[in-house]
């Protein structure tokens, strides 16, 4: 295979896993956190940011780079990871997620989804087949499956029509896989229903593929309810294979997901909330526009070590925010990737020390604490 896991150590008190996925460009440190580059940028970092950082595996969509610049032009230049000047691993999403969130302007047949772009109203098709021939263009080193997320509340008889075409398409993504240089992962739909979503981990994993991947959540259930229904579910997945959480999350979303055995992990979190002046802290949330820090010297994170935290006071970020100013999107990026990939480097050796429960929990009692003083 093009893409092989590499189990190291489950932690003795959870089903925390260490491992390694090894790819063609590089070994991928596991439980991972993807920063997500849309449309082959993460926003408002850089290629040499994100080296810096220690990001191993870079996100990107088919959806958004099928529309701009087209996959055609991506290819003719040598493929995403040289049109982007990333050396290591990427991952692109199939586009099944525009099929929920672009709800309002797409159509779904047995054929695929038919979408209204939203750059220019053109009418555009996603099939599986096409959704694995534009990902092999572009040369992801994983490639994911098209499938439909439908709403985790749908009701439960659109929910099994939804989960049967996902399978049918999961069929033919296969069949379209050339097994090149991309591993194809398949996708487990199926909402809260624990029942479903057993019946789907089965129909899913009898496709011999290099990973499996759970959907479908954070899409307006409550923490909890995925929490729990993440934890009945991620277990069910084979243990010899890497296991994907897409879209998902928090800081204690990840770390009670890493706990029922997931590995890899995506979210536009960090960079959005970093892009309105919210930044993750090691003492809660930190909103850099609130007027309080007008004149604050600190650090906006005493314990991060991050270039913006060695470097900056709340009351200069607070002044970038205030005047408009773009370095207050980098500097608030690079601090809260640095948080989020720090997570996942301190959940790895609590791990490999079989201390990974007391780590968790400590994550939680910082996130639910007091939010930063001033």
Same mark, same amino acid.
């Given at each position: 295979?093009?893409?092989?896991?590499?189990?190291?150590?489950?932690?003795?008190?959870?089903?925390?896993?260490?491992?390694?996925?090894?790819?063609?460009?590089?070994?991928?440190?596991?439980?991972?956190?993807?920063?997500?580059?849309?449309?082959?940028?993460?926003?408002?970092?850089?290629?040499?940011?994100?080296?810096?950082?220690?990001?191993?595996?870079?996100?990107?969509?088919?959806?958004?780079?099928?529309?701009?610049?087209?996959?055609?032009?991506?290819?003719?230049?040598?493929?995403?990871?040289?049109?982007?000047?990333?050396?290591?691993?990427?991952?692109?999403?199939?586009?099944?997620?525009?099929?929920?969130?672009?709800?309002?302007?797409?159509?779904?047949?047995?054929?695929?989804?038919?979408?209204?772009?939203?750059?220019?109203?053109?009418?555009?098709?996603?099939?599986?087949?096409?959704?694995?021939?534009?990902?092999?263009?572009?040369?992801?080193?994983?490639?994911?499956?098209?499938?439909?997320?439908?709403?985790? +509340?749908? !009701? #439960?008889?659109?929910?099994? =029509?939804?989960?049967?075409? &996902?399978? $049918?398409?999961?069929? /033919?993504?296969?069949?379209?896989?050339?097994?090149?240089?991309?591993?194809?992962?398949?996708?487990?739909?199926?909402?809260?229903?624990?029942?479903?979503?057993?019946?789907?981990?089965?129909?899913?994993?009898?496709?011999?593929?290099?990973?499996?991947?759970?959907?479908?959540?954070?899409?307006?259930?409550?923490?909890?309810?995925?929490?729990?229904?993440?934890?009945?579910?991620?277990?069910?997945?084979?243990?010899?294979?890497?296991?994907?959480?897409?879209?998902?999350?928090?800081?204690?979303?990840?770390?009670?997901?890493?706990?029922?055995?997931?590995?890899?992990?995506?979210?536009?979190?960090?960079?959005?909330?970093?892009?309105?002046?919210?930044?993750?802290?090691?003492?809660?949330?930190?909103?850099?526009?609130?007027?309080?820090?007008? +004149?604050? !010297? #600190?650090?906006?994170?005493? =314990?991060?070590?991050?270039? &913006?935290? $060695?470097?900056?006071? /709340?009351?200069?970020?607070?002044?970038?925010?205030?005047?408009?100013?773009?370095?207050?999107?980098?500097?608030?990026?690079?601090?809260?990737?640095?948080?989020?990939?720090?997570?996942?480097?301190?959940?790895?050796?609590?791990?490999?020390?079989?201390?990974?429960?007391?780590?968790?929990?400590?994550?939680?009692?910082?996130?639910?604490?007091?939010?930063?003083?001033?």
């Amino acid at each position: 295979m093009s893409v092989r896991f590499e189990r190291l150590h489950v932690d003795a008190g959870t089903r925390a896993r260490r491992g390694r996925l090894h790819t063609p460009h590089g070994t991928v440190e596991t439980p991972v956190f993807m920063p997500v580059g849309t449309q082959a940028t993460v926003k408002a970092v850089g290629q040499d940011d994100l080296r810096t950082l220690g990001a191993e595996i870079l996100l990107g969509n088919t959806y958004h780079l099928m529309l701009r610049p087209g996959e055609e032009l991506v290819g003719a230049l040598g493929g995403l990871h040289r049109f982007m000047a990333w050396d290591r691993a990427l991952l692109t999403d199939s586009g099944g997620f525009q099929v929920y969130s672009l709800a309002q302007n797409r159509k779904i047949t047995e054929e695929g989804a038919s979408f209204q772009s939203h750059l220019d109203g053109s009418r555009w098709m996603l099939t599986p087949e096409r959704s694995i021939q534009i990902q092999e263009v572009l040369g992801a080193d994983v490639i994911m499956a098209f499938d439909e997320c439908a709403p985790s +509340r749908s !009701e #439960r008889r659109y929910m099994e =029509e939804s989960l049967a075409r &996902t399978t $049918r398409w999961l069929h /033919r993504c296969a069949a379209a896989w050339t097994r090149g240089r991309s591993a194809l992962f398949g996708i487990v739909q199926g909402g809260l229903d624990l029942e479903l979503r057993r019946r789907h981990v089965e129909e899913v994993c009898a496709v011999e593929l290099p990973g499996y991947a759970l959907g479908g959540y954070s899409v307006g259930e409550r923490p909890e309810e995925m929490h729990a229904s993440v934890a009945d579910v991620a277990v069910l997945l084979p243990a010899d294979r890497p296991r994907y959480l897409m879209g998902v999350g928090t800081p204690v979303d990840l770390v009670t997901a890493m706990a029922a055995g997931v590995d890899m992990f995506d979210c536009v979190l960090p960079t959005r909330c970093a892009r309105n002046g919210l930044l993750f802290t090691h003492l809660g949330r930190l909103n850099l526009r609130n007027a309080t820090h007008a +004149r604050d !010297e #600190r650090a906006p994170d005493p =314990e991060c070590g991050c270039y &913006t935290c $060695r470097t900056h006071s /709340r009351a200069y970020l607070r002044h970038l925010f205030a005047a408009d100013e773009l370095l207050a999107l980098r500097l608030a990026t690079l601090h809260n990737l640095h948080h989020y990939l720090e997570l996942m480097r301190g959940a790895r050796a609590a791990i490999e020390e079989d201390r990974y429960a007391a780590f968790a929990e400590d994550v939680r009692r910082r996130e639910s604490g007091r939010a930063p003083s001033g």
